[in-house]
């Protein structure tokens, strides 16, 4: 089945949906972008997403081209078309295409340009790392300094993706003045005791809408969150650790910087948590 996409306001083949070279997403990464999760052929916490979209666009004075209530049926709509059940939806809006190249912004008339795509994961909540763990290395955390901005400047995060694989790891958790900051495309939690850690919001972090659930339901599931920095020396001392984001739900950490984290298997605060925010979120899907 060929893969139906969006762009601009039509349903097309993905061979056949086109954007400008003059396009400011791809000369200047002048875009946002948003991954929502797909379970049983619903959309995972959808409202958090929409929500987190419209402040990236305000922190960059972007316009919208869709009102919440159209992305949400494009979003359904390409579930249907694509006969999604589990899976991912991603979602870019950028600058739109000037005439020509030019660093200032186009007249503000420049029309937005919006794409979306799905991507089919059958058993994404059911994945293999999900039971055996991931392993990470550090790295040093050299992108810009607006990180609770999703947008696409995606390059230091893929670099960090492949100095893990280079490592014999899965993924990378960034350190900056001496402490974790975030995964390149998770957010980063230590467990000792009944206590999880992670990094305070802020700008050095992107404001995960997978971190907020999983707080909550820790919270009400009387587990004690402190939000604030760690370093990966008091991580190498945890009982557990795990990311969270939109594809990997809540994943446990099993090796830091080549070091076994507690028993070197995946805890059960991690699956306790994991357990819930599935069953939650299924609950709540739309
Ligand atoms: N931090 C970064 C840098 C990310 O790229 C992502 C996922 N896009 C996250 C955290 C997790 O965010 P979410 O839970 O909203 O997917």
Do not use: C
């Amino acid at each position: 089945m060929t893969r139906t996409v969006y762009v601009n306001g039509s349903y097309l083949p993905e061979d056949q949906a086109t954007i400008s070279i003059f396009d400011r997403g791809f000369l200047f990464a002048d875009g946002v972008y948003e991954v929502t999760s797909v379970l049983d052929g619903k959309l995972i916490d959808f409202g958090g997403h929409a929500a987190r979209l419209d402040r990236s666009l305000s922190e960059l004075e972007m316009a919208s081209p869709v009102t919440t209530d159209e992305l949400l049926e494009i979003h359904r709509e390409l579930v249907r078309l694509n006969e999604i059940d589990e899976g991912l939806i991603y979602l870019q809006i950028t600058r739109g295409a000037a005439a020509d190249r030019d660093f200032a912004y186009p007249a503000p008339d420049t029309p937005p340009t919006i794409v979306l795509f799905t991507q089919a994961k059958p058993g994404l909540a059911d994945s293999p790392a999900s039971k055996t763990g991931i392993k990470v290395i550090s790295i040093e955390d050299q992108r810009w300094g607006r990180r609770d901005i999703k947008t696409v400047q995606l390059l230091y995060p893929s670099m960090g993706k492949m100095m893990a694989k280079a490592a014999g790891a899965d993924d990378a958790w960034m350190v900056e003045d001496g402490a974790v900051t975030e995964g390149t495309s998770n957010n980063a939690y230590i467990v000792k005791g009944n206590t999880i850690v992670t990094r305070q919001l802020g700008n050095e972090i992107l404001h995960g809408i997978t971190r907020a659930a999983v707080l909550r339901f820790a919270r009400e599931a009387q587990m004690k969150v402190e939000e604030r920095a760690f370093t990966m020396e008091e991580a190498k001392e945890a009982d557990e650790a795990f990311i969270t984001s939109a594809s990997t739900f809540v994943m446990p950490v099993v090796e830091l910087d080549g070091q076994p984290v507690g028993t070197g298997a995946p805890g059960p605060v991690t699956a306790r948590l994991r357990e819930i925010y599935l069953d939650e979120m299924r609950k709540a899907a739309v």
